[in-house]
């Protein structure tokens, strides 16, 4: 099983409504990464937070850790069309080098 | 520009033909991996390098060679390819493989074993 599992596998949102996303995890971890992906293409990195921190913004996206809950959430506010794309967390547990990828949540924002 | 460059980006081959992807980055950086995709299973990690001729394996390094000759360069090999290794691979670098590092990835290969 997946160290980092997204919720829900799949979102289907209007453009400008705002898309959350979760992330739940088993283990102690450093950080967690969000990445996104479209689709067939390479992953890129959105943002990192790292344990000792609860929420991050980066432009329109505001990440959540709870790691008492071992969850994190990824928060796209007033989606866009181009915001289609799969996103997953990513989290490198402690005393491991890789990162290790939930299977992702695949965001489809009707224009 | 920053990149990771992957080739080739799509392969058709057949069982038990040898073949290698390769994977360059110009970003200096020591850290290279590599990973497969698959649907349902997300990303796992193959292999990774921490540096030149530093080499270890991943959660599924098995009928998988990979090689750092040079930083630039981490080629995965297969050997002997069968059909359960189709899949999406990509390289990925980051500058030393520190855990609060980003990954840089390639734009992917997707293999096909026939």
Redesign the interface.
């Known amino acids: 099983s997946q160290q980092g599992e997204e919720d829900p596998q799949a979102l289907s949102i209007q453009e400008g409504e705002n898309a959350t996303m979760n992330c739940s995890y088993k283990t102690s971890i450093n950080n967690l990464q969000w990445y996104r992906q479209n689709s067939g293409r390479g992953l890129v990195h959105l943002i990192l937070i790292r344990s000792n921190e609860r929420e991050k913004h980066s432009g329109r996206l505001r990440v959540t850790l709870d790691t008492s809950k071992k969850s994190s959430s990824l928060l796209i506010t007033a989606s866009r069309a181009a915001d289609t794309a799969s996103y997953f967390c990513a989290t490198k547990m402690t005393g491991r080098r890789a990162l290790t990828f939930g299977s992702g949540t695949r965001l489809q924002v009707q224009p | 520009e920053a990149q990771?460059t992957q080739n080739p980006r799509y392969l058709i081959t057949v069982t038990g033909k040898k073949l290698t992807v390769t994977c360059s980055q110009n970003m200096n950086h020591e850290y290279m991996?590599w990973?497969r995709q698959d649907p349902?299973?997300?990303?796992?990690?193959i292999y990774?390098s921490?540096n030149v001729e530093v080499t270890?394996k991943?959660?599924v390094p098995e009928g998988y060679k990979v090689s750092r000759k040079e930083k630039r360069n981490f080629p995965l090999i297969l050997e002997s390819p069968s059909p359960n290794q189709t899949s999406?691979y990509?390289c990925?670098s980051s500058p030393q493989?520190a855990?609060?590092e980003?990954?840089?990835?390639?734009?992917?290969t997707?293999l096909s074993v026939l």
């Open positions: 990771v991996s990973y349902g299973l997300g990303l796992r990690q990774y921490m270890d991943g959660d999406l990509f990925a493989g855990t609060n980003k990954l840089f990835f390639g734009s992917g997707q």
